[in-house]
């Protein structure tokens, strides 16, 4: 017997109630995720002097039109940043907000199509833009958005990305390097290392290091600048 059914079935000697809570059993059974939420906290440091930068927390789960919905907050220096993201079953950014009440920032953005609205503050100065791209995933957060690429198994990919600093895109490439195993947190783990650089001669000035859970494309841990390392501090829950 389908379980729904025999659920339902233990409800025919109250009428109105058992209308009223099967009613509330369908709603839910529409509604609810069927999904748990994940919670993942990092840190920026120095593994020679020991001295923390920055933490950040990230906050995901599925929405209702098969996409994720991401809460991304980032703590330095007394100051907070709230990022919130909803992207597609493959993780490429559909809308974004961004938040820092300290530095009078708060914009959205939206991909449509092939084009990238932002508008609103940016350190108090009133922004509107709309920018060119093409087909290629979008991805405002490539720590969040290169997943569907690294469970791809895929060696090599070009995207759109966001430099938040300019409030400008540019076309991006991820190479995927292979395993390599790793510390995080203390503990050696298997991971995929990915290199991320603008697909064109700026190459040469920006380069990334990440290195993701092969089996989720899970954000492990970064390579910054100055000899600074981003990492997995603890996770809780699970897509």
């Known amino acids: 017997m389908n379980v729904q059914k025999k659920f339902f079935r233990s409800f025919p000697r109250i009428p109105v109630l058992g209308y009223a809570v099967r009613s509330l059993v369908v709603f839910l059974f529409l509604v609810s995720p069927a999904y748990a939420g994940r919670v993942v906290h990092y840190k920026t440091y120095h593994p020679g002097t020991g001295e923390e930068f920055n933490r950040f927390t990230c906050s995901s789960e599925k929405n209702l039109s098969g996409g994720y919905q991401v809460h991304w907050v980032i703590e330095e220096g007394g100051r907070v940043t709230e990022e919130d993201y909803t992207l597609d079953e493959y993780f490429g950014t559909l809308r974004f907000r961004v938040v820092n009440v300290d530095e009078k920032t708060d914009y959205i953005g939206e991909r449509k199509e092939r084009l990238v609205f932002i508008r609103g503050r940016f350190k108090g100065e009133k922004i509107e ?68 650089t603008i697909d064109d001669f700026r190459s040469v000035f920006f380069k990334r290091t990440y290195w993701f859970r092969g089996s989720d494309g899970l954000y492990l841990k970064q390579k910054t600048g100055g000899g600074k390392f981003r990492e997995l501090v603890s996770e809780e829950g699970g897509m």
């Open 129 to 196: 833009r709309t920018m060119e791209i093409d087909e290629r995933p979008f991805y405002y957060n490539p720590k969040v958005g290169l997943a569907a690429f690294v469970c791809s198994g895929e060696t090599q990919g070009t995207f759109w990305g966001f430099q938040n600093k300019e409030l400008n895109v540019y076309p991006m490439k991820a190479t995927n390097e292979g395993p390599d195993r790793i510390s995080v947190n203390g503990k050696d783990v298997e991971a995929i290392k990915i290199h991320w």
